[in-house]
């Protein structure tokens, strides 16, 4: 079975994200928003998706993609014959008049490495979910595309007849190309490009040097970090799962979704990488996002809303090939309907550090205190509440253990802000929920397997009860989190330290695939009971799961060893950094021995 690999590489600035597949097209581009219909979509559909390549008119190239060090900065060489070209694509992000500068604009350089190559540019935006292509306009050194409200506009120095007529031309100096969204370009095309370039590599370099990471496989934490920073709507402080929809987690499976909207459980995993990294600016912009949250009636969140606080996110099917023929082609989400009790449990763990750090001062606390109540407030009324759990099962309630685990923690946390409150009502109530919620994880427990189940009556073994280990539940007795994780192992473990989210069957059968952020919980699992050599030796397997630039899907398929499910996958990359945080921090231990 051949193995299947995504073939492209993601750039972004905090405000929108692009795929540059290793043949230079742009197959996803959505704009104004991260969950904006695609401008360009060729990833979903070859022929309605439109297309922005750079390409010679001969089938036969070589390509190599990588990013420049450090930086979310993607380059891209094309060879063919005697004759090469490379193409840097960016996304503008600085410091600019005390404001981070991030515009709806991708910056395309292209220049000549060797020979005299030819290439052709191929420039189809579309809209309206790819039934429309836009309609080129011609101006003195730009091309407008008509038919959205906002203006599409391509700025090159390129000859715009070459660019409409997509006509081969020999590349003898360095070509920009400028397309934007809403507001143009309107300023020199050469120098400004350049400026921009060594701008936005300078702010990523700074980014970087601002980390703190242990030594171990500082490379690929560093490129996770990259990934999951553009992955936040700076505007709003949202985190989203995915800039992607639809792309299958296995083969004519139909789990396709549209992942492009902020879970509040997957925000929390995310802030919890970058807290461990030492960046707290992602988790100001998050708390003001939180915030700023409808509830119902009774105060209740939805397990996910769009990046600017909606609601409402209809899963709308569309008319489009898919993924490598797999439909349906979903976008919107219908999990927003759902109970998912978690996540009250999330957003508590997710504000400690906002109330236990004394780099916040007490200004950025005291304001949330009526946030803090109401969460807890939540955590005592669902906590005999059956729900979808955190796999959004669409036709399957239950009492889940990861539920009562995230009571539990929250509770926890609330302690912990109470007593920076010094308010003793509130930490009274928080001691009570944690007793009441550490009661609900002993229901789920299974004295003849010595293992906590999926939930209340059942003994399905479910992944995500790993994160009784790692989250602390069971404290110093590591006999009894190793007795659980050696249940786990029986049930979930497939090749090369792959893990299985559950095997049960759900609403559309028995999963196919691996979910790789379990298996990255169980590496960590493994270096919290002191298994630190296989932790090591499976965090050495799994990493193995990437594609050429060091980003990892949802899903792999431990049979093919193949890439599944939306990509690049935030939750993936915050399972990587989290192990390698545990990993890291028990290695690099002083030994003066």
């Known amino acids: 079975m051949e193995t299947h690999t995504y073939s492209s590489g993601l750039i972004g600035n905090c405000a929108y994200l692009a795929h540059i597949e290793k043949n230079t097209n742009v197959s996803w581009l959505c704009m104004p928003r991260f969950d904006s219909d695609f401008i360009f979509g060729g990833m979903l559909d070859k022929e309605k998706g439109g297309e922005f390549s750079i390409l010679p008119e001969t089938k036969h190239i070589h390509c190599q993609q990588k990013y420049l060090e450090n930086t979310n900065i993607l380059e891209t060489t094309i060879s063919y014959e005697e004759n090469a ?18 515009p709806l604009m991708l910056i395309r350089k292209v220049e000549a490495v060797k020979g005299t190559p030819q290439i052709k540019i191929t420039c189809r935006p579309m809209s309206n979910h790819g039934k429309r292509q836009l309609s080129p306009s011609v101006a003195s050194n730009h ?10 506009r391509l700025t090159t120095n390129a000859s715009l007849t070459y660019v409409l007529d997509e006509k081969p031309f020999v590349l003898h100096q360095p070509i920009y190309l400028i397309f934007t969204y809403g507001k143009p370009l309107e300023a020199p095309i050469e120098t400004t490009a350049e400026n921009f370039q060594q701008a936005t590599t300078a702010y990523w370099r700074d980014w970087i040097k601002s980390t703190s990471i242990t030594s171990f496989h500082q490379s690929f934490v560093l490129r996770s970090a990259l990934v999951l920073k553009i992955h936040q709507y700076e505007d709003t402080g949202a985190i989203i799962a995915a800039s992607t929809t639809s792309l299958p987690e296995s083969p004519n499976s139909t789990r396709n979704w549209d992942y492009r909207y902020c879970w509040i459980r997957d925000s929390y995993y995310t802030l919890n990488a970058f807290n ?10 998050y708390f003001e996002y939180i915030q700023n949250l409808p509830t119902n009636g009774n105060g209740r969140y939805q397990p996910l809303y769009s990046i600017t606080g909606e609601s409402e996110l209809t899963e709308v099917v569309h008319d489009l090939q898919g993924y490598k023929g797999n439909q349906p082609v979903r976008f919107g989400n219908q999990a927003y309907t759902h109970i998912q009790n978690d996540l009250y449990g999330q957003v508590l763990v997710s504000l400690l550090p906002l109330y236990s750090d004394k780099r916040f001062v007490e200004s950025e606390k005291s304001h949330s205190k009526p946030m803090i109540e109401r969460l807890l407030s ?16 669409r036709n399957l309630k239950q009492e889940h253990c990861y539920t009562f685990l995230f009571h539990w923690a ?8 109470a007593e920076t409150l010094k308010d003793s009502d509130l930490k009274d109530k928080a001691i009570m929920l944690r007793d009441r919620s550490k ?12 293992a906590y189940a999926q939930a209340v009556g059942v003994k399905h073994m479910d992944a995500s009860t790993l994160k009784l280990i ?24 497939a090749q090369d330290f792959l893990f299985y989210r559950y095997k049960h069957e759900d609403d559309f059968g028995e999963p196919d695939t691996t979910f790789l952020i379990c298996a990255f919980w169980y590496i960590e699992a493994l270096a919290c009971v002191n298994r630190l050599e296989e932790a090591e030796e499976g965090f050495e397997k799994l990493i193995q799961y990437c ?12 049979d093919s060893k193949s890439q599944w499910g939306n990509f690049p996958q935030a939750y993936s990359h915050v399972g990587l950094m989290n192990a390698a945080f545990r990993i890291g921090r028990k290695l690099d231990k002083p030994n003066f021995l």
């Open 143 to 152: 091309i407008r595309y008509m038919g959205e409200d906002q203006e599409i």
């Open 410 to 417: 929250g509770s926890c946390a609330a302690i912990k802000i």
């Open 276 to 285: 461990n990294i030492g960046h707290f600016e992602e988790l100001e912009k």
């Open 547 to 558: 594609n050429h630039l060091k980003l990892f899907s949802e899903d792999v398929d431990q």
């Open 439 to 450: 009661g609900k994880i002993e229901s789920c427990y299974v004295p003849e397997l010595k």
């Open 378 to 393: 939540s955590i005592e009324e669902t906590m005999d509440e059956p729900d979808a759990g955190l796999w959004e099962f």
């Open 470 to 493: 790692t989250m602390g539940y069971f404290g110093n007795d590591i006999e009894r989190a190793n007795n659980h994780l050696i249940q786990l192992e029986k049930e979930l473990l």
């Open 85 to 102: 070209y490379k193409v840097t694509d960016f996304a503008p992000r600085f410091h600019n008049h005390g404001r981070y500068f991030k």
